[in-house]
Each structure stands twice: as structure tokens, then as C-alpha cells.
């Protein structure tokens, strides 16, 4: 596990989310409507698709495709037909820069 | 009474290899539960269209890979998921099957039982989930229903075509005639109110909450780009309108002849006869054993090697034994073949239900209906409590009869009876 800077984290508006690739890891990187930053591996567990370009429900991000729900903190499938958890990535800022472990 | 696979299948043909004789010769068979679900997920692997049913399927969801297929997913995904099949089960099916159940009980025969067909029951149950999701006009009278009904059957037929059996262009001929007759008298005038719909909303004199999200107002505003040609939308409604009726009913019957004979053979399980986590079972096994397709075919788009070092060449068509792979000892027992509603399933991607709404990009589309969220909070398990809580049980005078005019494990009867009021 190694830590790196998330660029572009600053202008991500609440509510959304966004691809990023780090360390060759597709990582779907997000901010909850308060204002927590997140990130879960942008790979479906379920199936072949983009989590960043599914949507942010609370702290649920769902699957385009599917609509398998994956709490967005500790990975856990809220939703069918996914029945494996997504891979999760501690998020800290620190002194205004994002990092993450993957 | 047994729970044997035999005892279990409509057909009475007792087991998933029946089918082979159906299964073109040049074709790769895929029955493993992994390597079916290796070929599901592949993208080297592509729909196929049956010869004869363009006109009825063509370049529908179903018949559609890649970027294009992705895009329409995700728009009709929007129907079903999040509250969308909340909404449809809570605000039409359940009240359908209460008013439904609610009326038979009001003739009863000189005994004071009632007594149905519990196969074409099903299917009125959902031919008003069905006609919602898509947004037909609603049905004003039984003739309607009846017709309708009728219609989505001789659609069937050719959507089927692989397994019916007899006079296939018979049943061509029926279904074109059933496509023109529905295009006419249902989705025409449904597409038109759909149109004026958003107009109005364009106009400003209606409010955009108030349009239903159903299929045709996505058809109707070309929320995808393919539906700009004016006959795919048709091709679309009759493809998910007949998904959802054929899916939805057959399964219902099975699940409910699976309840009795499990309870018939499980007295002591008397007391959980509407328990969700026991249905839930329950309707997992059904799916598992009765699979709504016996096989899916795909295409190789490319030279393919499998895990298991198989060579599949480029064109060559594919067989994926949903069937057979749904009752693989490896994944699901030593007793994969027998019903147990209390199996349980290895954790990780394998699903208690098998392959009965295949994997993959092309998942079945219905799923959020039938199992919900969770699963217990799915469509056939708030039915199976309505209707067991009712007193529904076999008529022992009237025994099922598979259908018969089609290779395929459902019932052209289903008698059943329930207490008067």
C-alpha cells in the first residue's frame, strides 16, 4: 500500500464523482453531500462497468449498469445482484492535499 | 410426495440435458457453471438474432453489444431501478394480485371453494405490471385484457421460435399478425399519448413529475438514440412487454407449485408459510431449477481461449447451458439437482438463483422486480405471501399440464383452489 496526492479533488462539487487511475488502479474518487471525499475502485465488482459513471445516492454509489449499491466508506454491497464488496481506499487531506492509500 | 428434479419440471422431461436435440450441432455447449460465466462476461463474445425474428427483436436491447448497448442499458435501468420497482411492485402488482384474489373469492363454487387456473392467474397478474412498465393505456375492459393477452402470446410464439415445436411458420405467421395487431390497437395510441404528454410539459402545461416513468415515455422522448427509428421502438415494448409478462408468470407458477411441495413435504415448515427468508429460498430455488431460457446463445467476435484452454474460433456460436449450469454439483452440492430452499451458497460472485437471469452486461434487465433489493423485498415473494396467506393449494381433482406446443418447462394449466369468503 502506497500513498498518493488525488489531483483535481479540489473543484469535485459534492454529490459527484469522478475517474481517476492511480498506481494503474481505475479508482472512482467522490464527495458525499457533506463534504467527505471517498474512494472505491471504479470496477464494478459485479460486472465490467464504470462506478464513476453511476450515481452518488447519500453514501451509496451505484452501478450504471446494474444498480448494485456499494456504501461508499466500507465497500458493502446494498444492493443486488452484486454479492461481492468493492475494494475501498482511505482518503485523508492533509494540509489541503488529498491523499490516497492504494 | 418428492422434491425430485422430475417431479420439478412442467415438461415432465426431467432434466436440463432434455434439451439437447434443440441445440444447433455446430454448436459449442457451455455447461459449467464457471465457464458459462466466463463466456456471460467476455466482450469477445456477442448477442445473436435467431433467423426469422429480426422484426420482433432486431437491434433491441437484447441484440445490441458494445457502446451503444451500455448507453441503452443505463436509460432503461432507470425504469426498474432504486424506487422504480418499488414503485411498480407496491403500486401495481401487489394491489393487482389483492384485487385479483379479491374477486375470485367472491363466486365461489356450491362447495364454497373457488377454484382457477392458476396459469393464466399468473398472467393476469402480470399483464398489468407489464403494461405499466412499458405504458401502455390503461386496459377499460376484460375483452381488452383479453386481447391483449392474446397478442403478446402470438409475440411470444416467435420470440420463442427456437423451442416451439410443430409448424414454425405457422406460429411466424401468427405472431406477424399479432405485431401489426398490437402495434394498431395498443402501441400506437400509447406512443401518441406519450408524445402529447411531453408536449404539454414542453409547453409548460404539465408538470415533468407527472409523466410516467415507463418505457414509452423514454421511447417517446428518444432518450436513446437508436429509438429515433420509429419501428425499433416497437420491436423494444414488445420485447420488454412479453420479458416481463413471460418471465414474471412462468415463474410465478413455478414457485408456487414449488411451495406446496414443499410444504406438503415439510410440515413442520407449516408455521413459516409466509416467512420472506423461507420464500425468499423458496423463490431462489425455483429460478435455479427453471430457468426462463434453457440456453443463451452468443457469437465469438474474435479468436477466444477459455480458462479451461477451449479454443473457440472466431464466429463460431456458443450454447450457454444456463440450465445445466445452475444445477453444477461443484458450485451448488452434491444435491444441486434437488430443491432446497435453505441451500446454502458459496460466498462470492455465485448466485443462489444460478444462472436463470444469465450475467454479464446483458443481466436481465427484470431482476430489481423479481428479487428487489435484498431479495426478500422482491416481487415473488410478496406474491407467494398474498396468495399462500389466502389458502391457495393444488386442486387435487385437476391436475397441472405442461404446455405443450413449446419445448420449454412451463404450464398450459395450473388448477388450483382457495377457501370462499
Known amino acids: ?102 | 410426495m418428492t422434491t425430485s428434479l422430475h417431479d420439478t419440471t412442467a415438461s415432465g422431461l426431467g432434466s436440463a440435458e432434455a434439451y439437447d436435440h434443440l441445440i444447433p450441432e455446430d454448436c459449442i455447449q457451455i455447461t459449467g457453471y464457471e465457464e458459462a460465466v466466463e463466456v456471460y462476461r467476455n466482450l469477445s463474445f456477442g448477442q445473436v438474432v435467431d433467423g426469422g425474428t429480426f422484426p420482433f427483436r432486431g437491434g433491441t436491447i437484447l441484440r445490441i453489444d458494445g457502446a451503444p448497448h451500455h448507453q441503452r442499458r443505463k436509460t432503461m435501468s432507470a425504469l426498474v431501478k432504486r424506487d422504480g420497482h418499488t414503485w411498480f411492485r407496491e403500486h401495481v402488482l401487489v394491489p393487482t394480485t389483492e384485487r385479483l384474489v379479491r374477486e375470485l373469492r367472491c363466486n365461489p363454487d356450491d362447495d364454497g371453494l373457488v377454484r382457477c387456473d392458476f396459469a393464466v392467474f399468473a398472467r393476469q397478474i402480470f399483464i398489468d405490471l407489464s403494461s405499466a412498465l412499458v405504458g401502455l393505456n390503461p386496459i377499460e375492459s376484460p375483452e381488452q385484457a383479453d386481447d391483449l393477452v392474446d397478442l403478446v402470446d402470438g409475440i411470444f410464439g416467435v420470440l420463442s421460435l427456437r423451442w416451439q415445436l410443430g409448424d414454425k411458420d405457422a406460429v411466424v405467421r401468427r405472431g406477424a399478425a399479432a405485431r401489426d395487431g398490437f402495434d394498431e390497437r395498443f402501441y400506437r395510441p400509447a406512443l401518441e399519448r406519450h408524445r402529447q404528454m411531453l408536449a404539454e410539459v414542453d409547453a409548460g402545461t404539465r408538470d415533468a413529475e407527472d409523466v410516467p416513468k415507463d418505457l414509452l415515455t423514454l421511447i417517446a422522448a428518444h432518450a436513446d438514440v437508436g429509438w429515433m427509428e420509429p419501428d425499433l421502438g416497437l420491436r423494444e415494448t414488445m420485447l420488454l412487454l412479453n420479458a416481463s409478462l413471460d418471465t414474471g408468470a412462468v415463474i410465478l407458477v413455478h414457485a408456487l407449485h414449488e411451495a406446496f411441495q414443499w410444504f406438503d413435504s415439510h410440515p413442520e415448515d407449516e408455521a413459516l408459510k409466509t416467512d420472506p427468508e423461507l420464500l425468499l429460498g423458496i423463490v431462489n430455488e425455483t429460478l435455479r431449477l427453471h430457468p426462463v431460457g434453457e440456453a443463451f446463445f452468443r457469437r465469438a467476435l474474435e479468436d477466444v481461449t477459455l480458462r479451461s484452454g477451449r479454443e473457440v474460433q472466431k464466429g463460431q456460436l456458443v450454447a450457454l447451458r444456463s440450465g445445466i449450469a445452475s444445477r453444477d454439483a461443484s458450485i451448488y452440492g452434491p444435491d444441486a439437482d434437488q430443491f432446497n430452499p435453505r441451500r446454502a451458497v458459496p460466498a462470492g460472485n455465485v448466485y443462489p438463483y444460478g444462472l436463470s437471469f444469465g450475467t454479464g452486461v446483458h443481466m436481465c434487465l427484470g431482476l430489481p422486480i423479481i428479487l428487489g433489493m435484498e431479495g426478500p423485498d422482491g416481487s415473488h415473494v410478496h406474491l407467494l405471501q398474498v396468495l399462500l396467506d389466502a389458502g391457495i393449494r393444488p386442486d387435487p381433482d385437476h391436475p397441472a399440464r405442461p404446455r405443450d406446443e413449446i419445448d420449454r418447462d412451463m404450464y398450459e394449466s395450473f388448477p388450483v383452489i382457495l377457501p370462499g369468503p
Not at chain 1, 498518493?4 to 474518487?29: A, F, K, M, N, R
Not at chain 1, 464494478?44 to 452501478?63: F, K, Y
Open chain 1, 1 to 102: 500500500v502506497t500513498k498518493h496526492v488525488l489531483d483535481g479533488v479540489d473543484v469535485l462539487s459534492p454529490g459527484s464523482l469522478q475517474y481517476t487511475e492511480v498506481d494503474g488502479v481505475g479508482v472512482c474518487v467522490g464527495r458525499t453531500a457533506s463534504g467527505d471525499l471517498f474512494a472505491i475502485e471504479d470496477e464494478c465488482p459485479h460486472e465490467a462497468a464504470s462506478l464513476s459513471d453511476g450515481e452518488l445516492i447519500g453514501d451509496e454509489v451505484e452501478c450504471p449498469l446494474h444498480a448494485s449499491r456499494f456504501d461508499v466508506r466500507t465497500g458493502e454491497v446494498r444492493c443486488l445482484p452484486a454479492r461481492v464488496p468493492a475494494r475501498t481506499f482511505p482518503v485523508e487531506l492533509v494540509d489541503g492535499v488529498a491523499w490516497v492509500n492504494v
